[in-house]
């Protein structure tokens, strides 16, 4: 079993940054790949990021390509999403997400284990 708690979110104006963390519980955690979701009102949760068990492959979402960076430490049992040139359109409820494969796959489907989310806001 995996508890997920993330941090971080917050208000922030257009062109600003946040960095959003996920402490996991569980000493398997090195073992799972790990991804960011979004959610906003009215839509569907949608992937945003992963990097696999052992951080050597990471996927984006095409919208956050070269804005957000996603990075792990197995040591603390720690996944962060640096966000920087936020748009009013990232505005969403941030989830953490573990997947037991720990093959960092983009479908919510596939994740096991969730954490109860974080709001951000991107005001414009």
């Known amino acids: 079993q995996v508890q997920l708690v993330e941090s971080g979110g917050g208000l922030v104006q257009a062109g600003g940054s946040l960095r959003l963390s996920c402490a996991a519980s569980g000493r398997t955690f090195s073992s799972y790949a790990m991804g960011w979701f979004r959610q906003a009102p009215g839509k569907e949760r949608e992937f945003v990021a992963a990097?696999?068990?052992?951080?050597?492959?990471?996927s984006y979402l095409d919208s956050v390509k070269g804005r957000f960076t996603i990075s792990r430490d197995n040591a603390k049992n720690m996944v962060f999403l640096q966000m920087n040139s936020l748009k009013p359109e990232d505005t969403a409820v941030y989830y953490c997400?573990?997947?037991?494969?720990?093959?960092?796959?983009?479908?919510?489907?596939?994740?096991?284990?969730w954490g109860q989310g974080t709001q951000v806001t991107v005001s414009s």
């Open positions: 990097k696999n068990w052992s951080g050597s492959s990471t």
């Open positions: 997400a573990a997947d037991r494969s720990g093959q960092g796959r983009v479908r919510a489907e596939f994740y096991d284990y």
